[in-house]
T-cell receptor, first 114, second 116 residues
Framework: GENVEQHPSTLSVQEGDSAVIKCTYS??????FPWYKQELGKGPQLIID?????GEKKDQRIAVTLNKTAKHFSLHITETQPEDSAVYFC?????????????FGKGTKLSVKP | DGGITQSPKYLFRKEGQNVTLSCEQN?????MYWYRQDPGQGLRLIYY???????QKGDIAEGYSVSREKKESFPLTVTSAQKNPTAFYLC???????????????FGDGTRLSIL
């Protein structure tokens, strides 16, 4: 079955710097890759997603890149702000399949220091 | 506002007791999911349901049970057979069953279950 590895587990940056979180997946059939942000005591919120027919997607300060050959995808946050501090999860799924389940990475705790 | 409501926010269980966590959605979504979250462990799938009156076990279903009698409701029961139930439980939903076009899952704000 699918396995998703996420690195690093913790990341500390200065306000204004960039942050990069990387994930690798094992099942080459996976074709949908969402990223979630989870604040303390809350449920995860979708921040961006990408499908395998696209190599990069951007939404303001957030971007995701996908390398299908190497089976890895990354989240890039530019001009970080203290409110970006949270736990970020990547996930991989198979659209077009019968189940539609996601496999999640173990999360990255991002701290942005003012 | 459409969304997913989980209740209660905090729940305490005594030894040998079954407890039920509520999950209600008014998004008219077909698929619903229950995850368990432990520190440093990410999200692990307990049960999921693609349609009313049908559900399947996830990776860690032992000690848990679910029902899906209505489209908007997917309650999770943590039974006394679950020996380590202390965790943060998250419910999610998705518009269509399967992956028609790569739809995301939307999450509630969780229930934190502790042992007395």
């Amino acid at each position: 079955g699918e396995n998703v590895e996420q690195h690093p587990s913790t990341l500390s940056v200065q306000e204004g710097d960039s942050a990069v979180i990387k994930c690798t997946y094992s099942d080459s059939a996976s074709n949908y890759f969402p990223w979630y942000k989870q604040e303390l005591g809350k449920g995860p919120q979708l921040i961006i997603d990408i499908r395998s027919n696209v190599g990069e997607k951007k939404d303001q300060r957030i971007a995701v890149t996908l390398n299908k050959t190497a089976k890895h995808f990354s989240l890039h946050i530019t001009e970080t702000q203290p409110e970006d501090s949270a736990v970020y999860f990547c996930a991989a799924g198979l659209y077009g399949g019968s189940q539609g389940n996601l496999i999640f990475g173990k999360g990255t705790k991002l701290s942005v220091k003012p | 506002d459409g969304g997913i409501t989980q209740s209660p926010k905090y729940l305490f269980r005594k030894e040998g007791q079954n407890v039920t966590l509520s999950c209600e959605q008014n998004l008219n979504h077909d698929a619903m999911y229950w995850y368990r979250q432990d520190p440093g462990q990410g999200l692990r799938l307990i049960y999921y349901s693609q349609i009313v009156n049908d559900f399947q076990k996830g990776d860690i279903a032992e000690g848990y049970s679910v029902s899906r009698e209505k489209k908007e409701s997917f309650p999770l029961t943590v039974t006394s057979a679950q020996k380590n139930p202390t965790a943060f439980y998250l419910c999610a939903s998705k518009r269509d069953r399967g992956y028609v076009d790569g739809q995301p899952q939307h999450f509630g704000d969780g229930t934190r279950l502790s042992i007395l």
